[in-house]
């Protein structure tokens, strides 16, 4: 399983992309955490149509991601996102 680390707004996002993807499995993770890494969330997506690729893939996970960071997480941390 691929593993890739990337910052968004000053969250720290990782991102596990599996090898092969099928339609309907749960498969693949994303774990947002604080900069501090002291709470975060994980989700593992179920894939109603697989991604072509493992970049695709990769593409999708931090997408969605960044739509959690932007309309949760920000608010529920006590986070100004005007100021990041």
């Known amino acids: 399983m691929l593993e890739r680390k990337r ?48 970049q695709e893939a990769e593409d999708w996970l931090f997408a969605y991601a960044a739509g959690i960071i932007d309309c949760e997480l920000a608010a529920g941390f006590g986070i100004d996102l005007r100021n990041e």
């Open 7 to 54: 910052s968004y707004k000053g969250f720290h996002v990782a991102l596990f992309v599996p090898e092969v993807i099928a339609q309907g499995k749960p498969s693949g993770r994303v774990q947002i955490s604080t900069r501090n890494e002291d709470m975060g969330i994980r989700f593992t997506p179920d894939w109603s149509r697989p991604p072509t690729t493992q």
